[in-house]
């Protein structure tokens, strides 16, 4: 047991707990017998609180590390502290592909898992719930293994649950077969949002991924000028040379965190700028490995720290399919203040799950990356959680590190099913973080 400070990505909001690594299921049920609060982490690369718990016992499960093996139909049961990119080491080269990727492949699936995480490819596989057969649990009343059949409301609480209704230890899920390890892209960019946000409407269902970055420093008929890519897997038959390789480590570091201030509105202007001329006007089918379509940021290893000492936020909502002009006016709102903002991604989300607090609704997602400091920015985001709730829409818990209680049960209206199960395996509560005891979601 250490005692440590632990941030979230966006560095803003860090306390001191107690670290403890457990290494099987009993060390995680000796944590419940002694200590009134306990927390799950994986790899800390949820941006707010969700991950810690200032004054209580964070179990960092990092040794929970087994993979097992993949069987023909691609059913793998692995540790919750294997990272993405530690699975997709062992099964790239076996023809297997994770079935949903966050932006980043340095989380655990048991982070995952909690986030009920979505990729590039919701439109058409949903969130990774959707591929998760069984979850081994371990709450204070007991372990389970938990899967959609055995236990519907444990599980469903559980994926998207942000680690408040146990311990993660593993995960079974069904990987996807791929043939290469290139994925066949398509680019295109738009002089600004509508037209961006008609082809995807158009479009995306004929592509297995879809994402768009999006300008938000633009404004007039420029306004959200956006890089589309959607991409499918390659083929064999795609591919001048069939490879199946695994990702590489980053080669770039940032040593220390960059002078706060550093990325201003004229930074990232000249940033977004860059970025927007750097891509082709038009190109299709162009082979991309894996990692630079899925994984970009992970070229350079705690590139966070470029934010400087304040940290950012990362401010990521979702509206309903009908609320595309919200997406638009959050834009609009978010140019004309002037706040910083890195380029924005838009991606749609297909159906949702039954899963109590899990992110995704049929619809429109955007996410902003914005550093800490403007002044205006605490109340920019106010007038946007406003906005998405006007929508009947939502921000994501795992990007979170600013919503109030009152704003989190209006956009998650099945919170009080959730914390009837919650109840059930956890009835003192010992289940909490800090981003449950500040947005109330671990039933004190
Ligand atoms: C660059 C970047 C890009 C991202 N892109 C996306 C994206 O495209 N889509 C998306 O959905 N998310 C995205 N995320 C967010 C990220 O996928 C989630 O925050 C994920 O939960 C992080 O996993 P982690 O292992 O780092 O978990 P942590 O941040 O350590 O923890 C996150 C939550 O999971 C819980 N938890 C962790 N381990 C366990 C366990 N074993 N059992 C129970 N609960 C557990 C924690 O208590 C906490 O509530 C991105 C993050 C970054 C930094």
Redo the contacts with the bound molecule.
Sequence with gaps: MSRETLY??GRTAPSVAEVVTPHNEEDIMAQFNSSPGV?????????GD??QLSGGVVLD?RELGSIGEIDALGVVTVG?GVSIDELLATSIPRGWFVPVT???RQ??L???V??D???KNHHVDGSLATHVLALRLVTPSGAFTVSPTSDPDLFWATVGG??LT????SVTLRMLAIETDQVLVDTQRFANLDGVMAAMAGGDDAFRYSVAWVDCMTRGTHMGRAILTRADHARARDVAAVSLRAPRSPTLVVPFSAPSGLLNSLSVRAFNELWFRSAPRHEEREPTSLTSFFHP?DGVRDWNRLYGRRGFVQYQFCVPESAGDTVVEAVTRLSNSGVPSFLAVLKRFGPSNPGHLSFPMPGWTLALDLPVGPTKLPGVLDDLDELVLGAAGRVYF??DARLSPQKARAMYPRLDAFLAVKRRVDPKSQLT?D?ARRLQLDGK
Excluded at 39 to 47: E, H, P
Excluded at 166 to 169: A, D, L, S
């Design positions: 979230g990505w927390i799950a982490r994986g790899l800390g690369r949820s941006y969700a991950a499960n919750a966050p932006g980043t989380v655990s048991g982070g995952a909690a986030a995480v979505h990729g942000m680690g146990g311990v993660v230890t940021l795992a990007k973080s981003l």
